[in-house]
């Protein structure tokens, strides 16, 4: 087999999406959809970064402006964004599946046109079908998982939001549940309630996304202490916000509710192992900018995943940019697999550098190669395309040096790729 047939056999494999952000097919097509839309959420990152305002931003998702506006102010920031992997990626797409032959005025009108022509019912399985995907997952809310469901594309909520902050927060969670809480009692039977109804339901896994908020050194907490949060978040007497005036909807900052988060996440580590529901922890770099740099090194989760050794822990996005330190935890713990979503966008050459790393300290079935993170399936394929080159070339690189036979390399990628989180995920 030579090189070009080795990245033809890779290219040709079949893929379990192991990370989107898409709602049900019914709340998305059926509407227009164009060119801004697919700036979502990563290409945004790129343009806040080169100095575009919020206000800005927020201007050009305004589609009442029209066209011209919006297109005028992207193009003050484009020529310092363009050469970025994130837009790279997106034109990828844009040539390959809308005819985009440049940042011109016409070109992406068209884009635009043929976005919207194609948004229409069908469309997820039209897109999976045409993309190799066999099923994906999808990350939603923790409330009514069920409500995002699509045929081969399967809900996973995101329980770390559980943790109240707020009165509004212990009411979403009471209805969600189906148990008044009222005590910390309640607020942990809500909490039973809701894993219970995961399990019935099949749900395939849940994930925290915590480290948008805090660190991942969840601690050892006493139920007293925990207990004490949830005191004072009922009883405190907030007068109001900027929001509603004289309602009691305070939020605590995240420090005062640390005690009871590392509880409930405590808690929910063991309802996982106990249903036999993975765990995907967000773990390194963040999406939408100005997050905390200590927030995203993965190996504060070491207390958490020593804690837990019952529990199936999967780190999103191999803890990019500090990926040793995911792969530290990986290699030292049975329960710890790495997933590799968004990280072959985020930077290419660290991508092909990781497939090496990961196949000569890790074993073959601790990887998951692949997840968009997008918001609509239209953005896939230029990102399914590099993740599928970069793994090709990091395997190839092998070859050459006759550290691995050709097939088993293909073999190698068959399992990230696909085998891998089928059977971890029971899809």
Not at 79 to 91: G, I, N
Not at 183 to 192: G, H, K
Not at 310 to 323: D, M, Y
């Amino acid at each position: 087999m030579d090189k070009q047939e080795f990245h033809t056999s890779v290219h040709a494999l079949p893929v379990i999406d192991t990370h989107e952000h898409w709602s049900a097919e019914r709340f998305c097509t059926g509407r227009p959809l164009d060119f801004f839309d697919l700036l979502i959420p990563y290409c945004i990152d790129n343009l806040l970064t080169a100095g575009m305002s919020i206000l800005e931003w927020k201007t050009l998702m305004q589609k009442d402006l029209g066209f011209e506006p919006r297109w005028v102010l992207f193009t003050q920031y484009l020529d310092d964004v363009r050469d970025t992997t994130y837009f790279r990626v997106l034109e990828q797409t844009l040539r390959k599946r809308y005819g985009f032959t440049g940042y011109s005025h016409e070109s992406v009108r068209e884009v635009d046109r043929l976005l919207t022509a194609e948004n229409t019912e069908g469309l997820y399985d039209r897109v999976m079908k045409r993309e190799g995907i066999e099923s994906a997952l999808t990350f939603v809310s923790y409330e009514n998982p069920l409500a995002q469901k699509e045929d081969r594309v399967h809900p996973i909520p995101t329980v770390s939001d559980i943790c109240p902050r707020s009165i509004p927060d212990l009411e979403r969670l009471s209805q969600a549940s189906g148990v008044p809480v009222s005590d910390f009692d309640s607020l942990l039977a809500a909490v039973v309630a809701l894993f219970d109804s995961y399990k019935s339901q099949g749900i395939r896994a849940v994930k925290f996304g915590g480290a948008y908020r805090r660190k991942l050194d969840y601690r050892m907490t006493t139920r007293q202490d925990a207990e004490e949060v949830l005191v004072r978040l009922r009883s405190d007497p907030y007068m109001g916000d900027s929001r509603v005036i004289g309602a009691p909807h305070a939020i605590l900052p995240m420090q005062d509710v640390r005690p009871l988060d590392d509880f409930l996440t405590d808690r929910m580590m063991a309802l996982a192992r106990e249903r036999s529901l993975p765990v995907f922890i967000h773990v390194g770099i963040h999406a939408w900018n100005e997050n905390s740099v200590e927030a995203t090194h993965g190996s504060h989760l070491e207390g958490l995943v020593r804690r837990h050794p019952g529990t199936t822990f999967i780190l999103l996005h191999c803890g990019v940019p500090f990926i040793d330190e995911a792969v530290l935890l990986c290699k030292y713990f049975s329960n710890v697999h790495l997933n590799m979503t968004w990280t072959h966008i985020i930077d290419t050459a660290q991508a092909r550098l990781c497939v090496r790393k990961f196949v000569e300290m890790l074993p073959a079935n601790k990887i998951h190669g692949f997840g968009g993170d997008y918001v609509y399936p239209q953005q896939i394929n230029g990102h399914l395309a590099v993740a599928k080159e970069n793994i090709a070339c990091g395997l190839w690189s092998l070859v050459e040096e006759d550290a691995l036979d050709a097939e088993r390399a293909v073999g190698i990628a068959r399992k990230w790729l696909y085998e891998n989180p089928k059977r971890l995920l029971s899809l």
